[in-house]
């Protein structure tokens, strides 16, 4: 996730792109993909890559075999990691992150064209809004979403923006990690509200469960959580 922290401008001065580099388990050089990401070394926009953007990433390299032909959307995409993952593998992206913060979507671009990705389409899409760009939408397969559940207060419009993208697409998953931050946090009461259902999935079932993935120092000691949500059935599950 994106977030942005304080006012000013993106400025120009970038830190060293920082690399990662999938693989199949145990090393080696088949199936190898390598991507950079730029950052901004002022913090305070928080325009680098979060923990969990890298345990999203691994958790879509580990379905590479699925993505071909596959629209994939991202919300919140910041850096775009995970979303670039998938573009890698075959699958359709549309990147999006809030229309009212351009920084975000120029990054979002930035990172694309060090990637070899300039078509991907980059859109604004704000969360709990109905804009245009969002109801303009082509069918998407999976919605990707790296941390967006950050802010207690966001909660609600996330899952308002997911119900709708589930509804027009009832085939649809929305593959989500989030870090856990207060024990008093909770989306349970919401995703009933939404008639959505979450489906956890450990760490260690796609080679998650480390301090250190696809070569970086992400996503060190934090703790980190990873959910598929989907529309719940009429009987609630």
């Known amino acids: 996730m994106l977030l942005l922290r304080g006012g000013g401008r993106l400025g120009e001065a970038m830190a060293e792109p920082r ?20 950052e901004v070394p002022d913090r305070r926009y928080g325009l680098y890559v979060w923990p969990c953007a890298a345990v999203l990433a691994q958790f ?19 850096v775009s990691l995970p979303g670039m993952v998938a573009a890698k593998c075959g699958a359709e992206v549309l990147l999006s992150d809030s229309e009212e913060l351009p920084q975000c979507l120029e990054n979002c671009r930035r990172s694309c064209l060090m990637n070899a990705l300039p078509h991907v389409p980059i859109l604004g899409i704000t969360w ?34 997911v119900y709708f993208l589930l509804e027009k697409n009832p085939q649809a998953q929305f ?12 989306i349970e009461a919401l995703l009933y509200k939404w008639k959505l259902k979450n489906t956890p999935v450990p760490l260690h079932s796609f080679g998650a469960d480390k301090e250190h993935l696809a070569g970086s120092s992400l996503p060190g000691r934090h703790t980190i959580e990873m959910m598929i949500i989907s529309l719940a059935r009429s009987d609630g599950t």
Do not use: C, N
């Open 60 to 78: 879509v390299w580990s379905r590479r075999g699925a993505l071909p032909g596959r629209r994939v959307l991202e919300l919140g995409a910041g």
């Open 128 to 161: 709990g809004r109905m804009s245009p760009q969002l109801l303009a939408l082509p069918p998407v397969d999976v919605i990707l979403g790296s941390d967006v559940f950050f802010d207690p207060k966001d909660f609600e419009d996330i899952l308002t923006t």
């Open 19 to 38: 690399q990662f580099r999938f693989a199949e388990a145990g090393g080696g050089r088949r199936a190898a993909l390598t991507l950079h990401v730029p």
């Open 175 to 186: 593959w989500t990690t989030y870090q856990v931050r207060s024990a008093d946090w909770s």
